[in-house]
T-cell receptor
Framework: GAVVSQHPSWVICKSGTSVKIECRSL??????MFWYRQFPKQSLMLMAT?????????EQGVEKDKFLINHASLTLSTLTVTSAHPEDSSFYIC????????????????FGPGTRLTVT | SQQGEEDPQALSIQEGENATMNCSYK?????LQWYRQNSGRGLVHLIL?????REKHSGRLRVTLDTSKKSSSLLITASRAADTASYFC???????????FGTGTQLKVEL
């Protein structure tokens, strides 16, 4: 249980185009999903917190107009990198926090396999 | 700056030996979690320890938490080549339990 998928797993796009990445919780509902980016040999940096039915909360320094997040349902969040540039090339990882009221493991997050974006 | 700083940055040991990784953090936390990441892959959750717990075990893993020193350690006993990966600590804070990741330790277990 607690599987999170991401699609696509990797994508190469041209500079100036937009790319959409999907994050799905396959066997549980997630009111909260998180988006991270990771540069080679570095740690994960939280970009934004996505709550179902409301606007995402972005971390300081993350451009909300460039990284559009939509959390349309309890099992799906999308990240759209608009007008991508080579410096946006990175590994993007999402995670989902199960909606488990009164459960002792409500702190856990389950991570997707990541999406590698290369902008040429 | 990183909430979590891990040391060592890299560790190479022989199969069968124990591996210990340390994580230090700066602010008050709800919990601390350890994750594993194989090269270019997603994260695998290993263990979660709450701020009111001091030690936790899961199989060959042992995690300690010292909130007075704002530090945690992950011990992998009887390491295997398959344990080769990067290990990250992550501290959970706030009502939404936002995770802040440490810098990571790259573990290599050699045959």
């Amino acid at each position: 249980g607690a599987v999170v998928s991401q699609h696509p797993s990797w994508v190469i796009c041209k500079s100036g185009t937009s790319v959409k990445i999907e994050c799905r919780s396959l066997d549980f509902q997630a009111t909260t999903m998180f988006w991270y980016r990771q540069f080679p040999k570095q740690s994960l940096m939280l970009m934004a917190t996505s709550n179902e039915g409301s606007k995402a909360t972005y971390e300081q320094g993350v451009e909300k107009d460039k990284f559009l997040i939509n959390h349309a349902s309890l099992t799906l969040s999308t990240l759209t990198v608009t007008s991508a540039h080579p410096e946006d090339s990175s590994f993007y990882i999402c995670s989902a926090r199960p909606y488990l009221t009164g459960q002792s493991n409500s702190y856990e997050q389950y991570f997707g396999p990541g999406t590698r974006l290369t902008v040429t | 700056s990183q909430q979590g700083e891990e040391d060592p940055q890299a560790l190479s040991i022989q199969e069968g030996e124990n591996a210990t990784m340390n994580c230090s953090y700066k602010t008050s936390i709800n919990n601390l979690q350890w994750y594993r990441q194989n090269s270019g892959r997603g994260l695998v959750h290993l263990i979660l320890i709450r701020s009111n717990e001091r030690e936790k075990h899961s199989g060959r893993l042992r995690v300690t938490l010292d909130t007075s020193k704002k530090s945690s350690s992950l011990l992998i006993t009887a390491s295997r080549a398959a344990d080769t990966a990067s290990y990250f600590c992550a501290t959970g804070t706030g009502g939404g339990n936002k995770l802040t990741f440490g810098t990571g330790t790259q573990l290599k277990v050699e045959l």
